[in-house]
């Protein structure tokens, strides 16, 4: 009997972001890094493939990671949005 391979995604609290066309030294946004998703049959399994799969991980400074388990069909879920858009819209409504 085999164990069917879960869905993790990686991220991280460390890192810092910027918006697009920022010159700020300082970041603009507190958020987290997504490192990446990778599979296996439980969280750890799946962290082991990610850090063989991305040898590149080695040369960052990120150490803490956490992660999440996706829905089978996680990408079928996605939907994109558009913050001037929304922005827009509720203008437009005032």
Known sequence: ???????FIFL???GYTYQPGSESDMP???NVQM???ASGPHASA???????????LRDTTFDEVYCYEL????AASR????????????????
């Open 35 to 37: 490192l990446g998703i």
């Open 46 to 56: 799946a962290f082991g493939r990610l850090a063989e799969e991305n040898p590149w």
């Open 71 to 74: 829905a089978r069909d996680f």
């Open 79 to 94: 939907a994109e949005f558009s913050l001037d858009a929304a922005y827009q819209r509720q203008g437009a409504q005032t």
């Open 1 to 7: 009997m085999s164990i069917p391979e879960r869905a």
């Open 28 to 30: 603009d946004v507190e």
């Open 12 to 14: 991280t609290f460390e």
